[in-house]
T-cell receptor, first 115, second 116 residues
Framework: KAGVTQTPRYLIKTRGQQVTLSCSPI?????VSWYQQTPGQGLQFLFE???????NKGNFPGRFSGRQFSNSRSEMNVSTLELGDSALYLC??????????????FGPGTRLTVL | QQQVKQSPQSLIVQKGGISIINCAYE??????FPWYQQFPGKGPALLIA?????SEKKEGRFTISFNKSAKQFSLHIMDSQPGDSATYFC???????????????FGRGTQLTVWP
């Protein structure tokens, strides 16, 4: 089974721009979560989508948004980029329901640099 | 506010030694505690996980010890190898209808270096 894939792997943007990141989950997984990883704050949860609906949300400003398509692929958008948005953005997929531990499988991440 | 506190921040162990990483939490609603391993340039990968109904779980050289009353859990890596050098994250979550609802609360991570 193919793992979680994320595109692009690296991005360089300037302040004020917007960016869209993409995540393809493991086949059969219906849940996709997004995390931001930085040296200062560690791994922080952004939001989770399950069957095209946002089911859970972390404490990030509205500039961070996402969506999920009918094939479970997900995109994350950040508008009006700030320098502090520079981070590794990780996507994780899981079955989303019915499993006792609902293991999350992470992709390799997208490294976003904001200049 | 960090919901899961992890220590130490870094750890150096000789090959063949035991690596021990500790985590503590406050939220008694947490009932799922996974450990993740992350290599440079890669996403975190699940190593081992435990539910509060057991006090210990072992998988190969990796053991989780769980103390519900103290709200602490730890990862022990026996016979540590240079290939174990990575960053380790503890995490916690609640389970609702068999799902974490995608949200894990992570510790800050421990950078483990195993000297050959």
């Amino acid at each position: 089974k193919a793992g979680v894939t994320q595109t692009p792997r690296y991005l360089i943007k300037t302040r004020g721009q917007q960016v869209t990141l993409s995540c393809s989950p493991i086949s059969g997984h219906r849940s996709v979560s997004w995390y931001q990883q930085t040296p200062g704050q560690g791994l922080q949860f952004l939001f989770e989508y399950f069957s095209e609906t946002q089911r859970n949300k972390g404490n990030f400003p509205g500039r961070f948004s996402g969506r999920q398509f009918s094939n479970s692929r997900s995109e994350m958008n950040v508008s009006t980029l700030e320098l502090g948005d520079s981070a590794l953005y990780l996507c994780a997929s899981s079955s989303g329901q019915g499993m006792n531990t609902d293991t999350q499988y992470f992709g390799p991440g997208t490294r976003l640099t904001v200049l | 506010q960090q919901q899961v506190k992890q220590s130490p921040q870094s750890l150096i162990v000789q090959k063949g030694g035991i690596s021990i990483i500790n985590c503590a939490y406050e939220n008694t609603a947490f009932d799922y505690f996974p450990w993740y391993q992350q290599f440079p340039g890669k996403g975190p990968a699940l190593l081992i996980a435990i539910r509060p109904d057991v006090s210990e779980k072992k998988e190969g050289r990796f053991t989780i010890s769980f103390n519900k009353s103290a709200k602490q859990f730890s990862l022990h890596i026996m016979d540590s190898q240079p290939g174990d050098s990575a960053t380790y994250f503890c995490a916690a979550s609640t389970i609702y209808r068999g799902s974490t609802l995608g949200r894990l609360y992570f510790g800050r991570g421990t950078q483990l270096t195993v000297w050959p």
